[in-house]
């Protein structure tokens, strides 16, 4: 059972939302900080927890302990719950995330996902992964994405999701004619919105 813990700002409602998805450390200070942010804004967000139901607890040492596609398919199990939310705007759920999470905010936005995971007449209105396109892997109809906005954020200095990858795949989006930008940080490294982890890894 996969759980995660919605936020909301003050007043009644329905609000945008951001679904925000952790990466391989979990729900770490960035995504609270994130959160913070949004409602701080009057955006609820809803933390995301893909690893506690499964009994993990990091996939920092282990990446095959859970697959990028299962956390995808979790992802849409949260659009779908946050979707039917009486204080939440069902079009205006966007996803975010992180790393790992990243990887799910990118390629969520793959028609083929959307038609396997997702639910008809449901879809987020915005994608933006942060440091985690994992861009040097190509998936099959990977030019096939979503209409709506796609926003990457990478590090110049990243050596562990590379920002160069990413920079191409952009250009074949644009090329495809999607809404595609990516924001490359120059001496920025991997996870470099969280305070908590130094500045070199």
Same mark, same amino acid.
């Given at each position: 059972?996969?759980?995660?813990?919605?936020?909301?700002?003050?007043?009644?409602?329905?609000?945008p939302a951001v679904l925000l998805v952790h990466g391989s450390g979990g729900v770490t200070a960035n995504?609270?900080?994130?959160?913070?942010?949004?409602?701080?804004?009057?955006?609820?967000?809803?933390?995301?927890?893909?690893?506690?139901?499964?009994?993990?607890?990091?996939?920092?040492?282990?990446?095959?302990?859970?697959?990028?596609?299962?956390?995808?398919?979790?992802?849409?199990?949260?659009?779908?719950?946050?979707?039917?939310?009486?204080?939440?705007?069902?079009?205006? =759920?966007?996803?975010?995330?992180?790393? $790992?999470?990243? /990887?799910?905010?990118?390629?969520?936005?793959? *028609?083929?996902?959307? &038609?396997m995971y997702g639910t008809p007449n449901v879809e987020f209105a915005t994608y933006l992964p942060f440091?985690?396109?994992?861009?040097?892997?190509?998936?099959?109809?990977?030019?096939?994405?979503?209409?709506?906005? =796609?926003?990457?954020?990478?590090?110049? $200095?990243?050596? /562990?999701?590379?920002?160069?990858?990413?920079? *191409?795949?952009?250009? &074949?989006?644009?090329t495809a004619g999607k809404d595609a930008q990516i924001t490359i940080y120059p001496g920025a490294r991997?996870?470099?919105?969280?305070?908590?982890?130094?500045?070199?890894?």
């Open positions: 059972r996969i759980t995660g813990e919605l936020r909301l700002p003050p007043g009644s409602g329905p609000f995504v609270d900080l994130w959160a913070r942010e949004f409602n701080g804004i009057g955006v609820a967000a809803f933390l995301l927890d893909s690893f506690t139901g499964r009994g993990l607890g990091q996939l920092i040492t282990d990446q095959s302990q859970i697959g990028q596609l299962n956390m995808i398919y979790d992802a849409y199990r949260a659009l779908d719950l946050l979707s039917k939310h009486p204080r939440i705007a069902p079009s205006q =759920i966007a996803i975010m995330g992180f790393s $790992k999470g990243g /990887f799910v905010a990118l390629r969520s936005s793959m *028609k083929r996902f959307q &038609r440091y985690g396109g994992y861009c040097e892997t190509s998936f099959l109809e990977d030019n096939e994405v979503s209409d709506r906005p =796609i926003r990457m954020f990478q590090g110049e $200095k990243d050596d /562990f999701n590379l920002a160069e990858p990413c920079r *191409k795949y952009v250009e &074949r989006l644009h991997h996870a470099f919105d969280n305070p908590t982890y130094p500045a070199v890894l």
